[in-house]
């Protein structure tokens, strides 16, 4: 009933979280019955899957199966393969994707241009420690028994094992909200537990309980061979995966991940300009035509008589993102003008003022009658 609510509210559909507790304790049974509401309101499964590590070709199978019987369109956001010993499968992902798209599921992917990911340092946890939320989990942490296990677990690949992913704790970036542990910020776990001068494992955990779980951290999971491979699929868009931030103000965070300022133009300067990985316009579909047409956002992607405008533009020889791992807080270069809705909202590095954008709904949208 909620997410028929929603649908009729205006979602876009119905998504997961299946590496995160709560999410990570969903049947596949139970996300088919919700899916099947979502799908009768013409939505999207989009899903962030059960795994990108270890048993990643079942959790594609999981995603197929709910596209299936639930009978909707399936979008894996931020398809990637994660884990040195795994580099160089996203070949097999990106054959078994194309193998239920050729059966006739309607499947796609969208990815960031990054070989590093940011999430919460709480999920480099076992998903058991979380269960009945953040208090529960604190609480865990402190005990010396269950310390001891999960010490254990993070040293082993049979679980979505993000620590173990990145390679342990000189690839991981610690990110705080707490302004006690500000003089973190952008460090590695590693350099953190020489500070503290405690284990890798214990730095771990302490700092979750320090920051209330709260922390977030990068962590560098990925090759530049799977991620081109990725990219290269003409069923991949691009997806930027964070938050819009402002440079100052409260909400300021110096240390983020670098898409947040870099993603769309990482991909046409880095990886179209200066790796000709593709042509400009398909590169360009990723970014409007296909999304917007994913989303069934009517009269929105392209330059066409009778759409919205909502146009960028941009110098394709200087465009390049300035964001990295040590500093994200960078504006990219190379973007000239923004119009938004047939409205000029940024040119040449200054916002205008103007705010056009509109609510975008899904296709199961019944406004309320006053």
Known sequence: SLVEQ????????????????????????????????????GGLYSTHMRSEGPSEMEALAEAFR??????????????????????????????????????????????YPYVASETDLAAYVPPWAADGGTEKLLERLKNPS???????????????????????????LILPRDSNLRQFDGKTLAEVATAWNKSPEDTLMDFIIADHARTFAVDF???????????????TSIGLDDPEMSLDGPGYRPHIHPRTFGSMPRFLGNYVR??????????????????????????????QAGFFADITIFDPASIIDHATYTKPDQLSTGVDYVIVN???????GKLTGITAGRALRGRGYQPSIQ
């Open 146 to 172: 269950v310390r001891t296990r999960i010490k254990k677990e993070l040293a082993i690949d049979n679980w979505e094992n993000i620590y173990f992913e990145a390679g342990g704790a000189e690839h991981v």
């Open 221 to 235: 999971f990925g090759s530049e061979e799977d991620l081109k491979t990725g990219l290269l699929q003409p069923w």
């Open 6 to 41: 929603a649908m009729k509210d205006g979602a876009l559909g119905i998504s997961s979280a299946l590496i995160y507790p709560p999410n990570s304790y969903a049947t596949a049974e139970e996300l088919i019955e919700l899916a099947k509401v979502a799908s009768k309101y």
């Open 274 to 303: 200066d790796q000709h990985l593709m042509t400009l316009e398909s590169a360009i579909r990723k970014i409007t035509s296909l999304p917007a047409q994913r989303e069934h956002l009517e009269g929105r992607g392209l330059l």
């Open 66 to 111: 709910i596209g299936h019987e639930a009978s909707l369109p399936v979008e894996i956001f931020h398809l990637k393969v994660a884990g040195k010993s795994r580099w160089g499968n996203m070949a097999k992902v990106v054959q078994a994707i194309q193998q239920e798209r050729d059966s006739g599921l309607d499947i796609a992917a969208d990815m």
């Open 342 to 348: 047939g409205q000029l909202e940024y040119v040449k």
